[in-house]
């Protein structure tokens, strides 16, 4: 069965940084796309980056672009989600997700695999 584990989340002050891992394991992890989602209590998942399958394009949302960066690893089945200057709203629970087909606006419901999810929480 396929296992995606989601690590380095935690407590930051506005302006930190956060590094996000996200290790794959059961599945040919180069013939996917990588996505990262989150979600904040009380709201809809939302997308936040994906990388193709040999991570030479990725895609950020707008609420994201220029602070967070999104990699894989593909020799070690990680893909990372790097997070610069935090924002007390970036304040969610980061899943990291793989699925087949590349979208500009990924969706949750077009991704088959799912990690458990790290928490982020961001102070003010």
């Known amino acids: 069965q396929v296992q995606l584990v989601e690590s380095g989340g935690g407590l930051v002050q506005a302006g930190g940084s956060l590094r996000l891992s996200c290790a794959a394991s059961?599945?040919?992890?180069?013939?996917?796309?990588m996505t990262w989602f989150r979600q904040a209590p009380g709201k809809e998942r939302e997308f936040v980056a994906a990388?193709?399958?040999?991570?030479?394009?990725?895609v950020t949302a707008d609420s994201v672009k220029g602070r967070f960066t999104i990699s894989r690893d593909n020799d070690k089945n990680t893909v990372y989600l790097q997070m610069n200057s935090l924002k007390p709203e970036d304040t969610a629970v980061y899943y990291c997700?793989?699925?087949?087909?590349?979208?500009?606006?990924?969706?949750?419901?077009?991704?088959?695999?799912w990690g458990q999810g790290t928490q982020v929480t961001v102070s003010s």
């Open positions: 059961r599945l040919t992890f180069s013939s996917y796309i």
């Open positions: 997700a793989a699925g087949n087909r590349w979208t500009m606006r990924p969706k949750p419901g077009e991704y088959a695999y």
């Open positions: 990388v193709t399958w040999s991570g030479g394009t990725t």
